[in-house]
């Protein structure tokens, strides 16, 4: 039978990008309206290198969570090559941090100051894995002469796979995989190896991008994929597999920066992310398998525990807005915008 009404425990954003400063007015109540807790990514300008730079970035995000609603933002630091060892016991001693980013240096929004080389830092990863710090990973290659779409699986040949040889109780998360290589990797691996998954990926593929004219709107980092990629990043995230779970990887540019000669990579998908997710789990038949993959299994990945209050959906159309307000007098265009979607949260 057709639900055409679902209750799930709060879900959570195990993947989201807030920004700083006047960006926060605008994400931090979109994200705190959906979800319970946010993993904050750390790719801010400048970065969130310390525990003592996380929690002053947490306190800038609560002060704009909307009055009466609860956000605990989790924290993550961002990895450099300089990046102290002595940091690992910190996030492990703090109440706020929950883990570190790897984002090879070049490889997508604000990277810069990224890893130049991964065994550059496996003396941090060490203490990762001692301390059973989850270790959240940007999973592609930077070089220039590997093909856009073919970075993600380069990366798990290339990096992942030694890295796991070496360090084989490395608790990580492989972010926002779009590939059946990296699904099916994660399925290979024990349980310390997890992915999250986007809207955006489940959703769409690279036709959606670029066939009939760019949709820049559309790009973000790793880019879209073949359909075949979509449909088993479908197969996996409605599979119960507790080894995949949800991340929106929601990242604001203005429109203008999207819509340019040199546009931005993200998707801004925090206003209707969940029934972004809902609608794509229906989709394929799989509605009654959102509550594991949105409230339960990241939280369990974790080690925090789920989340005790309750969302409804409906299945009614819901328009996605055609923009959004954004800092000073700019807009951001939504995921989908315009679009009918067939789910709203009440
Ligand atoms: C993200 C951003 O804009 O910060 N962009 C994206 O395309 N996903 C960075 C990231 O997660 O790669
Ligand atoms: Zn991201």
């Given at each position: 039978?057709?639900?055409?009404?679902?209750?799930?425990?709060?879900?959570?954003?195990?993947?989201?990008h807030?920004?700083?400063?006047?960006?926060?007015k605008?994400?931090?109540p979109?994200?705190?309206?959906?979800?319970?807790?946010?993993?904050?990514?750390?790719?801010?300008?400048?970065?969130?290198?310390?525990?003592?730079?996380?929690?002053?970035?947490?306190?800038?995000?609560?002060?704009?969570?909307?009055?009466g609603?609860?956000?605990?933002?989790?924290?993550?630091?961002?990895?450099t090559?300089q990046t102290?060892?002595?940091?690992?016991?910190?996030i492990?001693?703090?109440?706020?941090?929950?883990?570190?980013?790897?984002?090879?240096?070049?490889?997508?929004?604000?990277?810069?100051?990224?890893?130049?080389?991964?065994?550059?830092?496996?003396?941090?990863?060490?203490?990762?894995?001692?301390?059973?710090?989850?270790?959240?990973?940007?999973?592609?290659?930077?070089?220039?002469?590997?093909?856009?779409?073919?970075?993600?699986?380069?990366?798990l040949?290339?990096v992942?796979?030694?890295l796991?040889?070496?360090?084989?109780?490395?608790?990580?998360?492989?972010e926002?995989?779009?590939?059946?290589?990296?699904?099916?990797?994660?399925?290979?691996?024990?349980?310390?190896?997890?992915?999250?998954?986007?809207?955006?990926?489940l959703?769409?593929?690279?036709?959606?991008?670029?066939?009939?004219?760019?949709?820049?709107?559309?790009?973000?980092?790793p880019?879209?994929?073949?359909?075949?990629?979509?449909?088993?990043?479908?197969?996996?995230?409605?599979?119960?597999?507790?080894?995949?779970?949800?991340?929106?990887?929601?990242?604001?540019?203005?429109k203008?920066?999207?819509?340019?000669?040199?546009?931005?990579?993200?998707?801004?998908?925090?206003?209707?992310?969940?029934?972004?997710?809902?609608?794509?789990?229906?989709?394929?038949?799989?509605?009654?398998?959102?509550?594991?993959?949105?409230?339960?299994?990241?939280?369990?990945?974790?080690?925090?525990?789920?989340?005790?209050?309750?969302?409804?959906?409906?299945?009614e159309?819901?328009?996605?807005?055609t923009?959004?307000?954004?800092?000073d007098?700019?807009?951001?265009?939504?995921?989908?915008?315009?679009?009918?979607?067939?789910?709203?949260?009440?």
């Amino acid at each position: 039978m057709a639900l055409n009404t679902i209750t799930l425990l709060q879900p959570d954003d195990w993947h989201a990008h807030l920004r700083d400063g006047l960006a926060l007015k605008r994400t931090a109540p979109d994200l705190a309206r959906q979800f319970a807790r946010a993993i904050c990514m750390p790719n801010t300008v400048p970065p969130v290198k310390t525990v003592a730079e996380a929690i002053a970035y947490r306190e800038r995000i609560l002060a704009h969570v909307p009055e009466g609603i609860a956000f605990d933002p989790r924290m993550v630091l961002y990895l450099t090559d300089q990046t102290p060892v002595s940091e690992v016991k910190k996030i492990k001693d703090s109440a706020h941090v929950n883990a570190v980013k790897l984002y090879p240096a070049g490889a997508t929004t604000n990277s810069d100051n990224g890893v130049s080389d991964i065994r550059k830092v496996y003396a941090v990863i060490e203490q990762l894995e001692e301390h059973q710090v989850p270790f959240l990973l940007h999973g592609e290659v930077t070089h220039s002469h590997v093909d856009i779409f073919d970075r993600e699986k380069r990366f798990l040949d290339e990096v992942l796979a030694p890295l796991l040889k070496q360090f084989p109780k490395l608790k990580l998360v492989l972010e926002h995989i779009t590939t059946s290589e990296a699904a099916h990797f994660v399925i290979e691996q024990d349980r310390n190896v997890a992915a999250t998954i986007t809207p955006q990926h489940l959703l769409f593929n690279r036709n959606d991008m670029l066939v009939g004219g760019i949709k820049p709107h559309f790009y973000c980092l790793p880019i879209l994929k073949r359909q075949t990629h979509q449909q088993t990043l479908l197969e996996v995230a409605t599979s119960s597999n507790p080894k995949f779970f949800l991340g929106t990887d929601s990242a604001p540019h203005s429109k203008d920066a999207k819509e340019n000669a040199c546009g931005c990579a993200g998707c801004y998908s925090a206003p209707t992310a969940i029934e972004l997710y809902a609608q794509a789990f229906d989709q394929v038949g799989k509605i009654e398998r959102l509550e594991g993959f949105a409230s339960h299994f990241g939280a369990d990945f974790y080690g925090l525990p789920r989340n005790t209050n309750s969302i409804t959906l409906v299945k009614e159309p819901q328009v996605i807005p055609t923009s959004l307000d954004y800092l000073d007098g700019e807009k951001i265009i939504p995921l989908y915008a315009g679009q009918t979607i067939q789910w709203r949260k009440v």
